[in-house]
């Protein structure tokens, strides 16, 4: 457990991608396979100077055994990728504007005519912006706006 | 001749757009925790759609106006706009509680002008000598080049070295991901097709930056707002006489102008040393070359010295760190990333060829900086009257537009939904890497970077005829490795020092 503190999540994932990295590239040419192998080779000699290295230049700064920190980000994030997914079923603008009202119930505004006039009113914006004024074909759902 | 009326002859079709610019800027800047950064990822998509030049103007006045707006809430509400604001936030909070606000905002908005004004002037000089000498580098030297910049960000945006330059080698392996410049073989993909041409930048900004922004204003989440910014009772011309007052009082420090302009254009040259570097730096030095005791023992009181030099720096950093993205196309923050990002996507070839393939557009964006300046003295000194109000948008509001909005830009790259959710798996990385103590901006440097540095480091191993002392053997590339032996050593004799001085402070 110390030492997944001491790699932390992002140097843990890093190292995981370099190794699949090498896994998918070995056995292919010299220029396919040999930038990628010095970019994985520098990162795992600098996660060892991390990990093994002075205790306080450790990777995870032991947020981990924190985790509750975290709860409120993720449920954002969350709320974010639903709002992705959502888009194709039902639209971009009232998926955004669903997902505005979840997010700012979130992130603590409780009014309900705050937040029915504000994510109304940025889902319209937004759908004015890039749907009518740039043109962007963002997803229209079964309602096609 | 010639080219000096064609870009002013763009400069002056622009002007509307520069001052949109400098004018969505200061509102952006003034809202706190909103930033350039974010307005400019939010923006950049709908600049795809507006003709280059506008565009590429409206983005440059924006550039400028963001930084004297992120003075205003770091003066009425101690809360920097921008991370440069917050030694501003130093001096002018204690002149905002003294009764002296628009003082304060007036020493800012005349510190900001000439700062910009000053590197825009050094930047339309040192540019096209930059380049010309950068048209002679050949692939050796562009390879030191990437590897001294990444490496240079990684040292300096973070607090940890090694940390750095991890997140840069993470940044360069990742920006491998696609199929290989050489041969056209996939690698890294995840078997995902829409992998195949890379990871796209924009997507990755978006979500390094605005998505994990959010996520950290989540975490905090506060229903606690600011206090509302009380002035005197002052009518409207005697706001108007406080704020030509902190004006005049700039003029008459010009040495601690030209020091400041001079600090800011030389930090923003480097790779990684963001305003913010700039501007404390500055700071320091006005507290180093204070007059007498007395003006010493004013700072922290509400020196407007500090302000001049805060804000100054500022200002020379930002504009000046665009001449090393434009002359060798390296990118030394978020923000000349996106603008990097942003003339790549509209076809124009950005480093040294871009002062001899796309010369008026290159002017004309070196020559709008001054003009901007100009635009800001007039727009500043009216948004006084309004950002007042601005300054107390709640984060917690302003936090769901921007994931909102930003997402949207990620899809607008594309058309794709898929880069909706790499930008939220950005986010997640760029979320944990701020967590954890690695610079973001290191691992965007390295994702940008990646194809040159892969692409050099193969045509130089040819040039060579396979013989890897290609990279060291040239005198320019040899200068470029000696740099940053020499500058990787001071930092991290600096940082063990400042480390060893803070244990010192503390066990007192």
Redesign the interface.
């Known amino acids: 457990m110390d030492l997944a503190k001491r790699i932390?999540?992002?140097?843990g994932?890093?190292i995981c991608?370099?190794l699949?990295?090498v896994t998918?590239?070995w056995g292919?040419?010299f220029?396919?396979v040999s930038?990628?192998i010095l970019?994985?080779v520098?990162?795992l000699v600098?996660?060892t100077?991390?990990v093994f290295?002075d205790r306080q230049?450790a990777?995870?700064?032991g947020?981990l055994g924190r985790p509750l920190?975290?709860v409120?980000?993720v449920?954002?994030?969350s709320v974010?990728?639903l709002?992705?997914v959502l888009?194709?079923l039902i639209g971009?603008a009232l998926a955004?504007a669903l997902?505005?009202a979840g997010?700012?119930y979130?992130?603590?505004?409780r009014s309900p005519r705050i937040l029915i006039a504000?994510s109304g009113s940025?889902a319209v914006t937004?759908y004015l912006?890039?749907v009518e004024l740039?043109?962007?074909?963002?997803?229209g759902g079964p309602f096609a706006f | 001749m010639d080219l000096s009326l064609q870009a002013i002859a763009v400069i002056a079709a622009a002007v509307p757009f520069i001052a949109a610019g400098v004018l969505l800027g200061v509102f952006s800047g003034a809202l706190p925790g909103f930033g350039g950064s974010n307005t400019l990822i939010i923006l950049l998509?709908?600049t795809l759609?507006m003709e280059v030049n506008a565009a590429l103007l409206l983005v440059v006045g924006l550039f400028v106006g963001v930084r004297f707006g992120g003075a205003i809430p770091a003066i009425l509400i101690n809360v920097p706009g921008t991370a440069s604001g917050a030694a501003t936030a130093v001096e002018g909070y204690p002149l905002y509680k003294q009764g002296h606000a628009n003082f304060a905002l007036g020493v800012a908005l005349l510190a900001s002008v000439l700062g910009t004004l000053f590197s825009g002037f050094i930047a339309l000089a040192a540019a096209p000598i930059i380049a010309d000498i950068a048209l002679k580098f050949a692939a050796s030297e562009i390879f030191a080049l990437t590897i001294f910049s990444i490496a240079m960000v990684g040292q300096i945006a973070g607090d940890?070295l090694?940390?750095g330059?991890?997140a840069g080698?993470?940044g360069?392996?990742?920006g491998?991901v696609g199929v290989?410049p050489?041969?056209g073989?996939e690698?890294?993909t995840?078997g995902f097709v829409e992998l195949y041409d890379g990871i796209p930048v924009i997507p990755a900004l978006v979500g390094l930056y605005a998505?994990s922004e959010?996520?950290?204003?989540?975490?905090k989440?506060?229903?606690v707002s600011a206090e509302a910014p009380r002035y005197r009772n002052l009518s409207g011309g005697e706001r108007s006489a406080e704020i030509l007052r902190g004006c005049a009082y700039v003029i008459r420090r010009p040495i601690d102008i030209i020091r400041s302009m001079s600090i800011g254009s030389f930090i923003g040259a480097l790779p990684g040393a963001g305003a913010n570097i700039a501007s404390f730096l500055s700071y320091q030095q006005a507290v180093t070359f204070s007059r007498n005791h007395e003006d010493r023992g004013q700072f922290t009181k509400g020196n407007p010295r500090g302000i001049i030099a805060s804000e100054a720096a500022d200002n020379a950093c930002a504009s000046g760190a665009l001449v090393p993205m434009m002359t060798l196309g390296i990118p030394g923050s978020a923000s000349t990333a996106v603008m990097l990002v942003l003339m790549t996507l509209h076809g124009l070839s950005v480093g040294p060829s871009l002062f001899t393939e796309n010369a008026t557009t290159a002017y004309a964006i070196l020559g709008a900086l001054p003009v901007a300046a100009c635009l800001l003295l007039v727009i500043g000194f009216a948004s006084i009257f309004v950002t007042s109000r601005l300054v107390l948008v709640p984060i917690?509001?302003l936090?769901?537009?921007i994931?909102?909005?930003g997402?949207?830009g990620a899809?607008?790259a594309r058309?794709l939904?898929f880069d909706?959710?790499l930008a939220?798996i950005f986010?997640?990385?760029g979320?944990?890497?701020r967590?954890?103590?690695?610079p973001p901006q290191a691992m965007l440097i390295g994702l940008i970077l990646a194809s040159s540095?892969?692409s050099s480091?193969?045509i130089g191993l040819r040039e060579g005829f396979g013989s890897p002392l290609i990279f060291v053997q040239r005198p320019i590339s040899l200068g470029i490795w000696m740099m940053l032996i020499a500058s990787t050593l001071y930092i991290a004799y600096w940082k063990r020092r400042q480390a060893a001085q803070q244990k010192a402070e503390r066990t007192e």
């Open positions: 932390g999540l992002f140097g994932g890093a991608f370099a699949y990295y998918d590239v292919g040419r220029e396919t930038y990628g970019c994985v520098l990162v600098l996660a100077v991390l290295g230049n990777f995870g700064s947020w920190v975290f409120r980000p449920i954002f994030l974010l990728c709002y992705a888009q194709d971009y955004t997902a505005l997010l700012l979130l992130m603590k505004v504000l940025l937004s912006l890039f740039m043109g962007v074909p963002l997803p | 998509p709908l759609y940890d090694v940390k330059w991890f080698a993470a360069l392996l990742i491998s290989d050489m041969w073989i690698r890294g995840l998505i959010v996520m950290m204003i989540a975490e989440a506060s229903t917690n509001v936090a769901p537009a994931a909102v909005f997402l949207a899809f607008a058309y939904l909706v959710f939220l986010g997640l990385i979320y944990v890497m967590k954890e103590g690695f540095v892969e480091f193969f």
